[in-house]
């Protein structure tokens, strides 16, 4: 494993789904720089400061898809417009069970893939795994 810090957004409305996230995450074993908003514009504003300050970006974003403000899909299309070169894996991860949004999630260039909640350690540990792979390809 390596000792390079992961960034890690979480967009999530719900402070148990964020609050079992970071047990999760603690559970991975690796070294994690979590930041969770509870909806797209606090991200977009998160990720737009991120930017003006030069600070490096989260190389990994977990998105839920119903919030208030900007919803999963608005966060997207905002980040969209925001026309950043760096590549972050981001996962829709929903409560949805609808095959629309499974679908939709794979119009988006950015989406890596569709996770079903609850999130589970093995699954976060194998999106922490991908991340780092990518960190010493770079």
């Given at each position: 494993?390596?000792?390079?810090?992961?960034?890690?957004?979480?967009?999530?409305?719900?402070?148990?789904?964020?609050?079992?996230?970071?047990?999760?995450?603690?559970?991975?074993?690796?070294?994690?720089?979590?930041?969770?908003?509870?909806?797209?514009?606090?991200?977009?504003?998160?990720?737009?400061?991120?930017?003006?300050?030069?600070?490096?970006?989260?190389?990994?974003?977990?998105?839920?898809i119903n919030m208030p403000v900007l919803n999963g899909w608005e966060?997207?299309?905002?980040?969209?417009?925001?026309?950043?070169?760096?590549?972050?894996?981001?996962?829709?991860?929903?409560?949805?069970?609808?095959?629309?949004?499974?679908?939709?999630?794979?119009?988006?260039?950015?989406?890596?893939g569709f996770i079903s909640k609850p999130l589970s350690i093995e699954?976060?540990?194998?999106?922490?795994?991908?991340?780092?792979?990518?960190?010493?390809?770079?």
């Open positions: 494993m390596m000792t390079s810090k992961i960034k890690l957004l979480v967009i999530d409305d719900d402070d148990i789904n964020i609050f079992i996230i970071k047990k999760i995450v603690e559970k991975t074993g690796y070294n994690v720089e979590m930041v969770a908003k509870t909806n797209g514009q606090m991200a977009v504003d998160y990720i737009t400061m991120t930017l003006s300050l030069q600070e490096s970006l989260p190389q990994l974003i977990l998105i839920d966060f997207l299309d905002a980040y969209g417009q925001l026309n950043i070169d760096k590549k972050i894996d981001m996962y829709m991860l929903s409560s949805s069970v609808y095959e629309n949004d499974i679908e939709k999630a794979k119009t988006y260039q950015t989406v890596k699954r976060l540990s194998e999106l922490f795994k991908i991340v780092e792979q990518q960190s010493s390809e770079s």
